[in-house]
């Protein structure tokens, strides 16, 4: 036989009276549903370009510290080199100049000075040991060569690798700020807060770039679903937690495109209670100071951008820009004008 349905019990008057209050007061639950960020397809296109943009920076910019970081062990290693060049250069000048003011020995001197065989042998056998010290030192010398050439070309080829990305890094600038300008995105001040805390650095790999991430981890904002976000997703959310921006959040969720699914994107409201209406006063104060926090942080926590008050702040450099999806005043909409919350997308 099947399992039987469970049916849910009839509602206390009790009950039903606590959730009216509930609903009417918003205590316990975000204030409204959680933020609607596509409010058109002109600006869904406009985000998919801004995440592919950041994020093509991002692997470009870990690829340039590599080359950089690359670059300086050979150069080092060319340091070492072109010194011990020196050195054994010295040394065989040095020996060369003693030979010549004593005179070599030859083959035929020793054979008309000996005295005896025995004599014979010995000044033999010190001549090849004269003769195999100086070809080692000039071997030596002609090895040591040949390290510093290898050194400098692969100097030469970091350079260009670098050169390479910078190259890359200017195309894709150009790419988000075209996706920007799809936004009414205009450069503006922004946020910036000298004074946010330093948050610990994510993990990255042992060459300085990023780890691929797969949505692997239980999202902490739903405990109760299925729900899941990236390991560097959960470092941003807890780091920001551990200095101090405890308000209600909420990172995964289905239904649109962009990182929100992918485990890479978490919305922090700028009011204790939940998202609402534009945030002011002391929430935007918070949301202000949030926002400021990510952008200082950007670089230890893999941030792509931040999304705060009809402004968007990218990886790709530029300061921020406005971020203007509905075309309407700032503030009109809330959630698409982020106006009541902080936006965060890690790479």
Known sequence: MPAPVRRPRPASLLALLVAAVLLVTGFGTPANAEPNEIP??????????LESAAGQYLEAEAAMLKAKKEQTTMNQTLLAAENRYTRVRASVAKYAAEAYKAGRLGVIGVMLNANSSDEFLARSAAMEKLTARDEARISELVHVKKEISAAKAAVDASVQEQAKHFAEMAKLR??????????????????????????????????????KEVCSINDPTRPSSDACITPRTLHAYEQAREDGFKRYTSCWRPGDMY??????????????????????????????????????????????????????????????????PTGSSCGDSPSADHTDHVHLSVY
């Open 40 to 49: 058109s397809t002109k600006v869904a296109q406009a985000r998919q370009n």
């Open 174 to 211: 150009k790419a988000a700020d075209k996706a920007l300008s799809a936004l009414g995105g205009e450069a503006t001040r922004g946020w910036v807060d000298p004074n946010s805390p330093l948050a610990a650095p994510a993990k990255r790999n042992s060459d300085g770039t990023w780890p």
């Open 259 to 324: 990182e929100h699914p992918k485990g890479r994107a978490c919305d922090f409201s700028a009011a204790a209670g939940g998202f609402g209406g534009t945030a002011s006063g002391a929430d935007r104060t918070y949301g202000n100071k949030l926002a400021a926090y990510f952008v200082k942080n950007a670089s230890a926590l893999g941030v792509m951008y931040v999304i705060w008050f009809c402004q968007v702040w990218t990886a790709t450099g530029g300061g921020w820009h406005r971020y203007s």
